[in-house]
């Protein structure tokens, strides 16, 4: 795993690559609109995720996540994006507790890119300070991380 970042203060990057050894096509395929699937497979992270508006397959659903972040129950209300040609999704928070108390924007992009087994998953989480003396969202980061490796786990054992 690598972490990176970027900084300008008005829109600013946070990123890391994970390798995955799980089939890349399936792991897109739960990422993108099998939202259901990630409590089943990153329990200790993910409680519940239940749609909004819309369906689980379609870009422009609205999702509502539950998750746990060091040892707080957080909420997520996102709106999802899929581009199934560049193997891209990208979940763009709404509402949510904690997340969007920092920060006035946040975005979280995966790219799945394919290998002849497994693959590379890159997240990448966009974000804007609400005060420049926030922290940069790096656990969100990591708990992203955590829950790529989980499902790719998930996923080893099918």
């Known amino acids: 795993m690598a972490l990176s970042g970027a900084s300008n203060y008005k829109a600013e990057t946070v990123e890391a690559e ?8 399936k792991l897109f395929k ?23 508006e819309g369906d689980w397959e379609t870009s422009g659903s609205v ?6 972040l060091d040892g707080n129950v957080e909420t997520l209300k996102e709106k999802v994006e899929i581009d199934e040609a560049n193997k891209l ?8 507790s904690h997340v969007l108390e920092k920060y006035k924007s946040c975005k979280i992009i995966f790219q799945v ?7 590379l998953v890159k997240i990448t989480l966009g974000y804007q300070r609400l ?8 656990k969100y980061l990591r708990f992203l991380v955590n829950v790529i490796q989980d ?5 080893l054992k099918e």
């Open 18 to 25: 994970v390798e995955i050894k799980s089939n890349s096509g």
């Open 151 to 155: 499902i790719d786990a998930h996923l």
């Open 30 to 52: 739960l990422i993108s609109n099998q939202h259901h699937d990630v409590p089943k497979a990153s329990s200790d992270n993910v409680h519940d995720v239940a749609v909004h």
């Open 89 to 96: 999704v990208s979940l763009t928070a709404l509402e949510g």
């Open 113 to 119: 890119t394919p290998k002849s087994e497994g693959g």
């Open 63 to 68: 999702k509502l996540w539950k998750y746990t």
């Open 131 to 138: 005060n420049e003396n926030d922290p940069p969202p790096h």
